[in-house]
């Protein structure tokens, strides 16, 4: 099994929809990240959190909302998304402060 | 704030010719240093790191890459690209404080037969 894993894959949702993403890691690490990607833009790190606690929210509006219940599990929960939303999502995780991140395989997030 | 310039978005390469990817970033200390790539659709895959210590370092894939701290320059080499290479790259910088990695915005590489 892969080191982390992202589901779904793909996402159509509608702007009046709750849908939420997944990420699984089996590295044992204690950090994990949401990153977004859209198109000609850099990777933006939405939020990270470390042993459970949200240390950073990078001025992400409320219509995401992460949860991480345990160390090896984090979601994102979208309710209520614009189209400009649309992008790929990215998880990742490390171990601590330790700054080499491992990436998952992205959810492809399309709002119509 | 720390930055990362990727100043061309895209490169073409023969099959079989040499590559190399340039990168700069702004860092006000010792800078921890990264390349990934990434196939359509796919996640990031690290190719290689530069912490301290020698300045060349190997990856995977056959790539390398020169830490020259006088030109802030991280640029990523390999002496003969596959098509299987054809994906896009990208630099990052980061610290030691939970992997806030910054990334350059990548560039593109086309492997031509």
């Known amino acids: 099994e892969t080191g982390v894993t992202q589901t779904p894959r793909h996402l159509v949702m509608g702007m009046t929809n709750k849908k939420s993403l997944k990420c699984e890691q089996h590295?044992?690490?204690?950090?994990m990240y949401w990153y977004k990607q859209s198109a000609k833009k850099p990777l933006e790190l939405m939020f990270v959190y470390s042993l459970e606690e949200r240390v950073e929210n990078n001025s992400v509006p409320s219509r995401f909302s992460p949860e991480c219940p345990n160390s090896s599990h984090l979601f994102l929960h979208l309710h209520t998304l614009q189209p400009e939303d649309s992008a790929l999502y990215l998880c990742?995780?490390?171990?601590?402060?330790?700054?080499?991140?491992?990436f998952g395989q992205g959810t492809r997030l399309t709002v119509v | 704030a720390q930055s990362v310039t990727q100043p061309d978005i895209h490169i073409t390469v023969s099959e079989g010719a040499s590559l190399e990817l340039r990168c700069n970033y702004s860092y006000g200390a010792t800078p921890y240093l990264f390349w990934y790539v990434q196939s359509p659709g796919q996640g990031l895959q690290l190719l290689l790191k530069?912490?301290?210590?020698?300045?060349l370092v190997q990856g995977i894939k056959g790539f390398e890459a020169e830490f020259k701290r006088s030109q802030s320059s991280f640029n990523l080499r390999k002496p003969s690209v596959h098509w299987s290479d054809a994906a896009e790259y990208f630099c990052a910088v980061g610290n030691s404080g939970y992997s806030t990695l910054t990334f350059g915005k990548g560039t593109m590489l086309l492997v031509s037969p």
């Open positions: 990742a995780s490390s171990q601590g402060t330790w700054p080499e991140a491992f």
């Open positions: 530069y912490f301290s210590g020698d300045t």
């Open positions: 590295l044992g690490h204690n950090a």
